[in-house]
């Protein structure tokens, strides 16, 4: 079911609203940005996810196909969100779940997570070794 959640970088510099169902899987990735970053994202429709603040306070980062843009705030170094432009289900928003308030301790530690091996290109595919993401 989807509802509508407020997050912000960690300095609040840029804050955002997305619709988001976490009664479906959130994902971790073993490319060398998900990795590096430990980002966990819920994913959002381009039409529900809205930046409300800090479009000017964002640095993006692009690599190797540049088909995924990577967004961090430029004070605290959080990244909240990323746009996948090139993904299986097509364009869409990964939200990191870190961000997100009001989501507690217990709910977190409950979502159920889909480990991708982006590191090898083989996004349909859990990594042999994924327990450290």
Known sequence: MLKTYHGS?????????????????????NCSICRRTRFWPAIAKPD???LLTGETDL???????RKNHH?????????AFGIGNDTPIGKMIGVNVMCLE??????????????VDGLHD????????FSHL
């Open 48 to 50: 529900g996810f809205s």
């Open 122 to 129: 083989n996004w349909q595919n859990a990594p042999a070794f």
């Open 9 to 29: 970088c960690h300095c609040g510099a840029v804050t955002f609203e997305a619709e988001l169902d976490l009664t479906q899987s959130t994902f971790r990735c």
């Open 71 to 79: 967004y961090f705030c430029k004070h605290c170094g959080v990244r």
């Open 102 to 115: 009001g989501v507690t301790e217990e709910e977190l530690s409950k979502l159920s997570v889909t480990y």
């Open 59 to 65: 640095t993006k980062y692009v690599f190797n196909t």
